[in-house]
């Protein structure tokens, strides 16, 4: 079984791909049991969060599993695989350990080291268990992964090198308001998880009076008793918005909750003389409506725009200090794979052991119908210890050879040697004899084991769109 990651991120798409591919809760299950449903796909967690949407899968090839995880999440977009291509990675077995990893430790996010992935992370493996996507595969990994973020905050102090995505975006929205939040009268649009941390983090930083809407008053009103705020109506917007000057606007609606209506509307009741109104748009789909930064009085900082300002910021050494732990979380992770994978060779070896051992008391039986059960008893005891004390040896050996770089060829040559019938419970790494035009550009890229086409000599992952994955055989 192979790792294949597969995504799209601030890095490598701009706000309007991120928002045709992004999965909201009530459409999780159904993409995960669609991406199940694929030939090459046993399991699956996906993440979709405003900065990126990844399908963390277990395929049984690498030219399948890229074809099947492409074509769902092009089916979800509704668009076609090749107008997806430009914007995804591919990331494959140690590479794709390797991107997890750094994910969870926030050394992948538009602000380095923060620390809400963590949380996302963990939602999305606990909505990839309740659906049962996730195998013994992304089990461990997503079990590490959070391990290893919660180490790297632990050990390090990359909370001092990354912010929240709140607290970044609030930093710079600060730069519109005379350099500081404080007393400036704030409004959350929205009580999910980032509107409650866009509540959280402007009570801190001294801002208000605050108030939180949201389509559903109940979850408003308890967020803001949480924080000495003030729940208001989605219906009278306008005029709320019209009293604050900043927003944190966090909504998982489908459509832009601050239109140009409600914001003109809004601007023709405010003073002008109060400064600008600073919009927050940290929600995907967007929450601000395309045209509304072109307001005379409206300053809008988007994902788009935070990506922008954000991208050369100082890497500080604690990042570097992260950077350690993950390869020397890799290599764990891969070591423990590695042993994973001998485990069905030696599992299969002890099963022919004993297979004949049967078939040859069976024989004793028939040939000596003299000897009492005592009798047949004890010699089996004995052949069986024989057995055991023989594969005792080789057994392990495979099992820490197999932990070493290459080690998958021990268990080869055992396979070999013994003739043993491993079983497959998934196809085989060909390409499917149907492919349709979508995703034949998908299906014709170079497999990244090893092979001489590993480089994609001939430019058909080029041709694809798609950036060379990184990995390789273990």
């Given at each position: 079984m192979k790792l294949l990651v597969v995504g799209a991120s601030y890095r490598t798409a701009p706000v309007a791909t991120l928002e045709q591919l992004a999965v909201p809760?009530?459409?999780?299950?159904?993409?995960?049991?669609?991406?199940?449903?694929?030939?090459?796909?046993?399991?699956?967690?996906?993440?979709?969060?405003?900065?990126?949407?990844?399908?963390?899968?277990?395929?049984?090839?690498?030219?399948?599993?890229?074809?099947?995880?492409?074509?769902v999440l092009a089916e979800h977009a509704g668009t076609a695989p090749p107008a997806l291509a430009p914007h995804l990675y591919v990331h494959y077995d140690a590479a794709a350990v390797d991107h997890v990893f750094r994910v969870a430790t926030g050394l992948d996010s538009m602000v380095v080291g923060e620390a809400q992935i963590l949380g996302q992370l963990r939602d999305a493996y606990h909505w990839?268990?309740?659906?049962?996507?996730?195998?013994?595969?992304?089990?461990?990994?997503?079990?590490?992964?959070?391990?290893?973020?919660?180490?790297?905050?632990?050990?390090?102090?990359?909370?001092?090198?990354?912010?929240?995505?709140?607290?970044?975006?609030?930093?710079?929205?600060?730069?519109?308001?005379?350099?500081?939040?404080?007393?400036?009268?704030?409004?959350?649009?929205?009580?999910?998880?980032?509107?409650?941390?866009?509540?959280?983090?402007?009570?801190?930083?001294?801002?208000?009076?605050?108030?939180?809407?949201?389509?559903?008053?109940?979850?408003?009103?308890?967020?803001?008793?949480?924080?000495?705020?003030?729940?208001?109506p989605m219906a009278e917007l306008t005029a709320t918005l019209s009293t604050v000057d900043i927003v944190v606007a966090a909504t998982a609606a489908t459509e832009p909750v601050l239109s140009h209506a409600v914001v003109t509307g809004a601007l023709a009741r405010r003073d002008p003389a109060r400064g600008p109104l600073v919009l927050l748009d940290l929600a995907v789909p967007r929450d601000v409506e395309e045209g509304v930064a072109?307001?005379?009085?409206?300053?809008?900082?988007?994902?788009?725009?935070?990506?922008?300002?954000?991208?050369?910021?100082?890497?500080?050494?604690?990042?570097?200090?992260?950077?350690?732990?993950?390869?020397?979380?890799?290599?764990?992770?891969?070591?423990?794979?590695?042993?994973?994978?001998?485990?069905?060779?030696?599992?299969?070896?002890?099963?022919?052991?004993?297979?004949?051992?049967?078939?040859?008391?069976?024989?004793?039986?028939?040939?000596?119908?003299?000897?009492?059960?005592?009798?047949?008893?004890?010699?089996?005891?004995?052949?069986?210890?024989?057995?055991?004390?023989?594969?005792?040896?080789?057994?392990?050996?495979?099992?820490?050879?197999?932990?070493?770089?290459?080690?998958?060829?021990?268990?080869?040559?055992?396979?070999?040697?013994?003739?043993l019938q491993v079983p497959q419970t998934s196809p085989v790494d060909t390409v499917p004899d149907v492919v349709t035009p979508d995703t034949a550009a998908l299906l014709g890229v170079a497999d990244p084991t090893g092979a001489p086409d590993a480089a994609d000599p001939t430019g058909a992952f080029g041709a694809a769109g798609l950036t060379p994955p990184t990995g390789g055989a273990r």
């Open positions: 809760p009530a459409d999780l299950t159904r993409t995960l049991d669609r991406l199940l449903a694929q030939p090459y796909v046993s399991e699956a967690v996906l993440v979709s969060t405003c900065n990126r949407v990844e399908v963390y899968a277990a395929v049984s090839g690498f030219h399948g599993g890229l074809g099947d995880i492409c074509a990839a268990t309740g659906a049962d996507s996730a195998g013994r595969l992304l089990h461990e990994l997503m079990q590490q992964a959070l391990r290893v973020g919660k180490r790297a905050h632990a050990e390090t102090g990359i909370d001092r090198a990354g912010q929240s995505v709140v607290t970044a975006a609030l930093e710079l929205a600060a730069r519109h308001l005379d350099g500081d939040l404080a007393g400036r009268p704030a409004l959350v649009v929205g009580a999910g998880a980032m509107g409650s941390l866009g509540v959280a983090t402007l009570s801190r930083l001294g801002a208000g009076p605050l108030t939180v809407t949201n389509r559903g008053a109940d979850r408003a009103v308890r967020l803001a008793e949480s924080y000495g705020a003030t729940a208001a072109e307001l005379p009085g409206v300053e809008v900082i988007d994902i788009d725009r935070m990506a922008a300002l954000l991208a050369d910021g100082p890497v500080a050494a604690d990042a570097a200090a992260v950077e350690q732990i993950v390869v020397g979380e890799v290599e764990s992770f891969l070591t423990w794979l590695r042993g994973a994978d001998v485990a069905p060779t030696v599992a299969a070896l002890r099963g022919r052991a004993d297979d004949v051992v049967t078939a040859e008391l069976r024989r004793l039986t028939q040939r000596r119908p003299d000897l009492s059960d005592d009798q047949r008893a004890e010699v089996a005891r004995t052949v069986h210890r024989v057995v055991q004390r023989l594969l005792h040896q080789p057994t392990v050996k495979v099992r820490q050879l197999a932990a070493e770089p290459g080690g998958d060829q021990y268990a080869a040559l055992l396979r070999e040697l013994f003739d």
